[in-house]
């Protein structure tokens, strides 16, 4: 009985359990695609060193150095010019900020002068006031030194 159970255990996990069996296919077929992608890529990889290599022997010039200092000269001359461009924008934005300071300080002394002109007339108002008063008081004191002063 013993036997039979085991032979009976044996056919069931055969038939029922296919881990074993599922796992060597996928093995094989991992093996298999591989293989078949490894020579593919190998393939690939030849060719791309192939177009590397034309590519470096046709298109890149022999001088690389002189190439490069061609390339130095034209930044240096982009730089330069840059310079130039915002040292003349600093010198517009200074001579329009002097111009307005100029303005302002022209409006400033306008405004000066005519409080200077309102003061001037106010002090010759009050000048003129003093002097009529002063020659009144004067011609008062004539005529009392007159009223007092033997004929």
């Known amino acids: 009985m013993d036997k039979v159970a085991k032979d009976v255990g044996d056919i069931q996990s055969r038939l029922l359990d296919h881990g074993p069996v599922i796992n060597a296919e996928v093995r094989y077929f991992v093996r298999e695609f ?6 593919r890529e190998s393939r690939l990889l030849e060719n791309l060193n192939k177009m590397v290599s034309e590519a470096n022997e046709q298109m ?9 200092s061609g390339v ?3 930044l240096e001359a982009a730089n330069h010019m840059a310079k130039q461009v915002q040292q003349r924008e600093l010198e517009a934005q200074k001579s329009t900020h002097l111009h307005g300071n100029m303005e302002r300080l022209k409006e400033e002394w306008a405004e000066f002068l005519k409080e200077q002109q309102r003061l001037k007339e106010e002090v010759d108002e ?4 003093a002097v009529g008063q002063l020659s009144t008081q004067y011609s008062e004191k004539k005529k009392d030194l007159s009223k007092f002063s033997p004929p």
Do not use: F, I
Not at 34 to 39: A, P, S, V
Not at 62 to 67: A, E, G, H, R, S
Not at 126 to 129: A, D, G, L, N, T
């Open 60 to 68: 890149l010039p022999t001088d690389l150095q002189c190439m490069l």
């Open 34 to 39: 591989e293989e078949k992608r490894g020579h």
């Open 72 to 74: 130095a000269k034209r």
């Open 126 to 129: 009050e000048h003129v006031r």
